[in-house]
């Protein structure tokens, strides 16, 4: 199994890509972090983050895209372009057909380290560990981005295919309700 | 000037098309609401936002699109659907190299009913005025999206053209300084 781990920003959005498979050693496929200069619209912005993760797509192939889940308690600062720049990402997957899982920054952090409340560093330490790196992939974003894709390896896509059952489940009742 | 306003909201999304220029009566080309439903997983309804607000470009070939600014500060429970919404909004505009403008509610209600605090209600009485239509446009979104339109034309477009310019100086500015 490949997967895309996407750490959304309008700044800086970490893109990572681990292929392998739950109780095999995962292995690192490509990382990299986009940027877009906070001097340009927003929306050239968005079309920049698009590009680079189609781009991405095309490249990598991956089976599934784990996003992280962004929260409106979060810094206000920054919350907006993060939530625009998660939905680009989510768009740019859910339209090739690609399966979409969401993960929280604590499930993240409780996959590879143990802890739902490591640090960053914790975070880039059990990464460059896992996936048998020589150094911490840098910046904090680029990290965080194949934390993502090895949380959704090890949890098995399990998420996926219930929330995928859950809305056939519900599809098939709103159709039997409608023919009923 | 034709004008695309788009009132952001993943289980509603408002869309109005208005016609016209300062000083001139203006004119409803068309109206619309895209709804999605809660059922469906976030990415699917981005999809499906995306293919709404691309098939009324294809349309009605607007030559701006105003978008409502959303602030972290809004309704917690609604404020990440309608930031990813208005992403997706902005992202459709400006990879077809139409400008985008955002205007906050405040704007928006001063710019058609004189008060920057005016209700809902008469939003939707100013709309229903300014267009001369015969029943007020609903639901609240659809005259929300008018607004938006009516407030870009009224404004002419000036704010679009002193973000261009400052994008352009700033960008000469950095490359001044690259080539220094």
Not at 87 to 103: D, K, N, S, T
Request: charged fraction near 20%; aromatic fraction near 2%; include cysteine.
């Amino acid at each position: 199994m490949r997967v895309l781990g996407i750490d959304p920003g309008l700044t800086r959005c970490g893109m990572g890509v681990v292929e392998g498979s739950v109780g095999r050693p995962l292995r690192l496929v490509d990382v990299n972090v986009l940027r877009t200069s906070s001097d340009l619209p927003v929306p050239q912005r968005l079309v920049t983050i698009e590009k680079g993760v189609d781009a991405w797509l095309d490249e990598h192939r991956p089976d599934a895209v784990a996003v992280e889940r962004v929260f409106a308690r979060s810094d206000v600062s920054t919350v907006m372009g993060t939530a625009q720049a998660s939905g680009i990402a989510m768009v740019c997957a859910a339209r090739r057909g690609l399966p979409v899982a969401l993960h929280t920054p604590s499930e993240v952090k409780a996959a590879v380290s143990g802890n739902g409340r490591a640090t960053k560093a914790q975070v880039g330490t059990m990464v460059t560990r896992i996936l048998r790196l020589d150094a911490m992939p840098k910046p904090a974003d680029a990290a965080d981005a194949l934390a993502l894709a090895i949380t959704h390896i090890w949890r098995g896509g399990a998420q996926a295919r219930i929330d995928a059952a859950v809305a056939g489940a519900r599809q098939t009742q709103a159709t039997r309700r409608r023919y009923a």
